[in-house]
T-cell receptor
Framework: GAVVSQHPSRVICKSGTSVKIECRSL??????MFWYRQFPKQSLMLMAT?????????EQGVEKDKFLINHASLTLSTLTVTSAHPEDSSFYICSARVVRGGAEETQYFGPGTRLLVL | SQQGEEDPQALSIQEGENATMNCSYKTSINNLQWYRQNSGRGLVHLILIRSNEREKHSGRLRVTLDTSKKSSSLLITASRAADTASYFCATGGTSYGKLTFGQGTILTVHP
């Protein structure tokens, strides 16, 4: 099956620093990747849609200058949390969209990155 | 905002019993998917059911979809301790590729 990796799996940083999270599709190409945020015991909240070669589409309420997304290739999307603050501490998960025959599509998820901002 | 609402929020059963989780949604959909998440991990895709399908099976999983009631259910038969996880429904709508997740059901299967 399709495999999506994320790096790092866990990061601790000081307030005010920037953190970059990578999302890679390992055995397939993904023109579209998604970034989610998940707080403890809550569901996933879509932050943005990352499209290869074009600007990301952000969901309402998500600051595009705060969460920079770059989808430079068909196998890599990056999320940079700029000037991170403690309230940015969360579990960040990416997914890659796979379209099969007809209208059937699904998303394959990365293992997530736990960010802790001190 | 999250479209889906799932119930129960938490379900605790014994190994061998069946587990049923329900999901309701509000807008029209193209498909509905169920995902599983082990604690602190990413999501694993379980099953997709299209809006023109009513029931689908995969191993010990059975999913139903009632578009008139805007609801779906996930049944796990003969549960195992390894089934302990959070289960989320997600709807795919007119925004191509985007998924909207439900709040999830935390399933605990006691050995």
């Amino acid at each position: 099956g399709a495999v999506v990796s994320q790096h790092p799996s866990r990061v601790i940083c000081k307030s005010g620093t920037s953190v970059k999270i990578e999302c890679r599709s390992l055995d397939f190409q993904a023109t579209t990747m998604f970034w989610y945020r998940q707080f403890p015991k809550q569901s996933l909240m879509l932050m943005a849609t990352s499209n290869e070669g074009s600007k990301a589409t952000y969901e309402q309420g998500v600051e595009k200058d705060k969460f920079l997304i770059n989808h430079a290739s068909l196998t890599l999307s990056t999320l940079t949390v700029t000037s991170a603050h403690p309230e940015d501490s969360s579990f960040y998960i990416c997914s890659a969209r796979v379209v099969r025959g007809g209208a059937e599509e699904t998303q394959y998820f990365g293992p997530g990155t736990r960010l802790l901002v001190l | 905002s999250q479209q889906g609402e799932e119930d129960p929020q938490a379900l605790s059963i014994q190994e061998g019993e069946n587990a049923t989780m329900n999901c309701s949604y509000k807008t029209s959909i193209n498909n509905l998917q169920w995902y599983r998440q082990n604690s602190g991990r990413g999501l694993v895709h379980l099953i997709l059911i299209r809006s023109n399908e009513r029931e689908k099976h995969s191993g010990r999983l059975r999913v139903t979809l009632d578009t008139s009631k805007k609801s779906s259910s996930l049944l796990i038969t003969a549960s195992r301790a390894a089934d302990t996880a959070s289960y989320f429904c997600a709807t795919g709508g007119t925004s191509y590729g985007k998924l909207t997740f439900g709040q999830g059901t935390i399933l605990t299967v006691h050995p």
